[in-house]
């Protein structure tokens, strides 16, 4: 078990780290997170739905993503409430107030049911918590940390993140609120981001292992973010600057912004620099605007016509810019949306951007799937893989703006670019992850601005993420002892 004294210690990329280092251990092994909170999410192939985040830690294991690693996953709406996915399906949204009332009984139910297929299938579980498991207000109905270790009777590390200061504390405390049964299962300290003189900590050390009896077992040095953490918060750490950069795209940081782990194929291109805008800022001229996936449609459109950036991204659009629209801002760039049921709050209808001619009907059945197609657009004959989540259905409804636009790839419900191919919209998630789709859409941009093509013949992004999975582990094993643990 994996938990730590605070929300991004870096649970989530320890967790990763070790289901890597113990594959190539040569044991077969599983990540696991009982319940996870987030808008990042990845449809296995069964269709379900989990977090992101345990997709990349199946990966690093070198297994495919199960729902069953993530039994509940919480998608916050942004009003009190949240959709619960259970299992990998979703099965309606509570509040707040009224979740562990409602949901506590059959979220630990089905907790205990996937731990145990789990355990039948694999040789070791790396589980992860969430937050901290001292919240002494939250303990009682904790689903996610402590209670998951004591079933599985879990030697545990505790990870604190040194960089923000208060370490020591941290862990202090964090073993002080814990009951006697729980910290006897906290069997190592990882001391996380540390920039320092490892000669200068070491007196610190020495005092915590005598005051608390558990030993060190892992400092971290602090490695730049390589995988997205769980939820937005971490945009705001990025660094959008590259020194030989010759393309800078604007993603809109919308505020329930959805699937943002879309770019990062786009932001390891050498080439390129990925800017998060807040819809009050100023768009300025960038080579494209991209309008991300959300999970709630209607309500983060209204915050982009009441900021004004509505407005300037029509503005960008009608003098020649390239627009490209995910999930739900491809619902966004069309003429209308409406929420017949509510799904998403007030019953309406909406204007959109009027930059496709399309309308969506928000329903109450959820399309989740994996998929596969060829492309249309930019260069035709392009295989695409990716991955469907949204509550709506776009479609053309007046055959005479038909010719306005053509279909993105062989299957015309997945998207559309517009006769100028300057304004783009998909339902495909992961479409950056195509490397050849990903360098002829980024070509068409260099293009615009008299810049050489690149080769287009590049690997996915799956083949750079496993190059990636490895130096993490490889960077981490040095610093960390799990003979404890194993």
């Not at 005092?207 to 769980?230: C, D, S």
């Not at 989740?368 to 409804?397: K, M």
């Amino acid at each position: 078990m994996v938990v730590g004294t605070t929300s991004h210690a870096g649970k989530s990329l320890i967790t990763t780290a070790i289901c890597r280092i113990l594959s190539r251990r040569g044991w077969r092994v599983s990540p696991f997170k009982g319940q996870n909170m987030a808008l990042n999410a990845y449809v296995t192939a069964s269709g379900g739905e989990i977090g992101y985040a345990q997709a990349v830690q199946a990966w690093a294991a070198g297994i495919p993503p199960l729902v069953e690693m993530n039994p509940i996953l919480l998608k916050p709406q942004g009003d009190m409430t949240s959709q619960i996915i259970l299992k990998g399906k979703a099965i309606g949204k509570v509040s707040a107030s009224d979740y562990y009332e409602q949901y506590f009984d059959i979220g630990w139910q089905t907790i205990k049911e996937c731990l145990q297929y789990l355990s039948t299938e694999f040789d070791a579980l790396v589980c992860e918590g969430a937050g901290s498991p001292a919240e002494i207000n939250l303990k009682h109905k904790d689903l996610t940390n402590m209670r998951v270790a004591k079933h599985l009777n879990a030697p545990t590390l505790l990870v604190v993140d040194i960089d923000r200061g208060g370490a020591f504390a941290h862990v202090i405390g964090t073993l002080e609120l814990l009951d006697p049964d729980e910290r006897a299962l906290i069997k190592g300290v990882v001391i996380n981001k540390f920039r320092g003189q490892r000669s200068i900590l070491e007196p610190g050390i020495k005092w915590l292992e005598e005051r608390t009896g558990i030993p060190v077992v892992g400092v971290i040095p602090y490695l730049e973010q390589v995988f997205p953490a769980e939820d937005s918060l971490d945009l705001l750490e990025r660094k959008p600057t590259k020194a030989n950069s010759e393309l800078n795209i604007a993603v809109i940081r919308l505020p329930r912004i959805a699937n943002f782990t879309d770019f990062d194929p786009l932001e390891s291109e050498p080439s390129v620099t990925v800017k998060y805008l807040h819809p009050k800022q100023s768009l300025g001229h960038p080579d494209a605007v991209i309008i991300p996936g959300t999970k709630t449609t209607i309500a983060d459109l209204i915050t982009l016509q009441k900021s004004g950036m509505a407005e300037a991204i029509q503005n960008y659009a009608a003098s020649g810019g390239t627009v490209l629209g995910i999930c739900g801002g491809f619902q966004m760039l069309g003429q209308s949306i409406a929420d017949p049921e509510g799904m998403e709050g007030q019953v309406g209808k909406y204007p959109g951007l009027s930059l496709l001619p399309i309308k969506t009907v928000i329903t109450g059945q959820k399309t989740a799937r994996q998929r596969q197609v060829t492309s249309n657009y930019p260069q035709a004959g392009l295989p695409v893989t990716g991955f469907e989540i949204h509550q709506g259905r776009s479609r053309i409804e007046n055959p005479a703006d038909q010719k306005f636009c053509q279909p993105l790839f062989d299957d015309a419900n997945l998207g559309l670019v517009d006769s100028c191919q300057s304004v783009w919209g998909t339902y495909l998630h992961g479409i950056f992850d195509n490397g050849p789709w990903r360098r002829a859409w980024v070509n068409r941009l260099r293009q615009q601005r008299g810049l050489k093509s690149l080769p287009t013949g590049v690997a996915n992004y799956k083949e750079q993420r496993e190059q990636m999975l490895d130096s993490l582990a490889t960077q981490i094993e040095e610093h960390l002892d799990l003979t404890p643990f194993i």
